[in-house]
């Protein structure tokens, strides 16, 4: 017989697959290869995350909330997504899908702490950020959401040991994603938001050899990520395979869009182009674009 918290736990996870459908096409579209509980837990990962972003930068904006009652806002949700981890339940059904899958992976508080330290800098508001504070962000809220998810895709393999390798291989794949939506949102971020993400660079004077750096550094972020998700179980390594070769396509768009371009409009991949990356994860083939 199902109980009572069984049954909400469904729903929980029910409303975080609706976010992730509502919210994401690349990464959306990558977890539907993965198992359906494995996509579950990715799906309140991502929900949890975006629910914190759209605090910061999103609708509570829209809706008036000034930045203290954002902050406020967001350090009430880090309590209680702590709180729900603890004692396995939650009245906010998103907190409570992440802390029922935390309990079910391992992610423990230590993952969680530095995302929220991340979204707290959005919140509080800053011009630029330089070279450390750059790192501690992207570390708080990409590579440890990428280590939130290697837990997720372990229990496909039941039992999978992660290791310092599968480790780095994670952290280095949520900050290949991090910053490729740095770059792709640099209009809107500086227009909008008065924000710049990449230290010692000026959105109003960005250069080619500005746009050329970060790519690069992507590159290099995604080749370690490829290396190291070769060793994950079958479907995770397909979604994840599906999920780089994505934002690998969405980098080379970058590499080929002037820079003085990328200061005035958003780039993206057409969907069909996204079906094509898609079709060669589940074949096992390299997706277009560098390796």
Request: glycine share 8%; proline share 3%.
């Amino acid at each position: 017989m199902t109980s009572g918290l069984d049954l909400y736990t469904r729903t929980a996870r029910l409303a975080s697959a609706r976010v992730i459908r509502a919210y994401s096409t690349s990464f959306g579209l990558a977890s539907r290869l993965l198992p359906r509980r494995v996509r579950g837990h990715i799906a309140d990962v991502y929900a949890l995350v975006r629910v914190a972003d759209e605090i910061v930068d999103g609708p509570a904006a829209e809706a008036g909330v000034a930045g203290a009652e954002r902050r406020s806002l967001l350090d009430a949700l880090e309590a209680e997504t702590l709180a729900a981890m603890a004692r396995g339940f939650s009245a906010n059904l998103v907190v409570h899908a992440f802390a029922a899958t935390s309990r079910q992976t391992g992610i423990a508080a230590d993952l969680l702490r530095p995302f929220f330290s991340s979204m707290r800098m959005d919140a509080d508001g800053f011009v630029a950020l330089d070279e450390a504070a750059y790192r501690a962000y992207v570390h708080g809220s990409a590579e440890v959401v990428g280590s939130m998810c290697l837990r997720a895709f372990a229990q496909e393999g039941r039992g999978m040991a992660i290791d310092d390798g599968l480790e780095e291989g994670a952290r280095r794949l949520g900050a290949a994603f991090q910053k490729v939506n740095f770059l792709r949102d640099l209009a809107d971020d500086h227009r909008r938001l008065g924000r710049s993400y990449f230290p010692g660079i000026d959105p109003l004077a960005f250069s080619e050899d500005d746009k050329l750096g970060i790519v690069a550094e992507v590159d290099d972020d995604l080749a370690v990520a490829r290396s190291a998700l070769t060793r994950l179980p079958p479907a995770s390594r397909r979604a994840t395979a599906a999920a780089a070769g994505l934002f690998g396509r969405l980098n080379e768009e970058l590499r080929v869009t002037p820079a003085a371009e990328l200061t005035r409009r958003r780039v993206s991949v057409p969907r069909a182009v996204k079906l094509r990356v898609l079709a060669a994860a589940v074949a096992g083939r390299p997706a277009a674009g560098r390796a």
